[in-house]
């Protein structure tokens, strides 16, 4: 029995070194601003050590420009993920001709992220169609 206490004992505490050393996957939120209004907020998961995804977006109230007039565009959180590669990332809501793209990229610490945020040709109901944000938008993110 003082054998397997001790085992037990010795896997909790490698555990604990693992996790402190960042070998456990943990994810870290991150949010903030976007440049002429509305936010963004994102997930990113990292595991052994290094960020791998990024996710779980969230864009809300971004001023967007669309036939009818103006109005403000808001996504709730994707359920899917995309690969991190050389610290950058990239997210596409493409449907159709409807383009909503998110690119960005961390700091070296993965503490920030800085990138664009764009809206082209997306309907938001039957009320307002065509919506752009003429151009892409800057945003910035750190982690809460």
């Known amino acids: 029995m003082r054998l397997v206490t ?32 509305g936010r963004i907020a994102f997930s990113a998961e990292r595991q052994q050590g290094r960020f791998f995804s990024v996710g779980l977006f969230s ?11 103006d109005t403000k565009y808001s996504h709730a959180r994707t359920e899917t993920a995309v690969h991190i590669k050389h610290r950058k990332f990239h ?12 690119t960005g990229k961390f700091n ?12 082209a040709h997306v309907d938001l109901g039957t009320n307002f169609t065509n919506c752009t944000t003429s151009g892409p938008r800057t945003w910035t993110a750190h982690e809460k």
């Open 6 to 37: 001790t085992v037990a004992c010795m896997v909790a505490f490698a555990a604990a070194i693992l996790a402190s050393l960042g070998y456990a996957s943990t994810v870290r939120d991150f949010k903030g601003p976007v440049t002429g209004g």
């Open 91 to 102: 997210y596409d809501f493409a449907r159709g001709t409807a383009v909503a793209k998110i």
């Open 108 to 119: 070296r610490k993965f503490s920030k992220a800085k990138g664009e945020f764009r809206v």
């Open 59 to 69: 864009v809300t109230r971004v001023p967007v420009t669309c036939d009818e007039g």
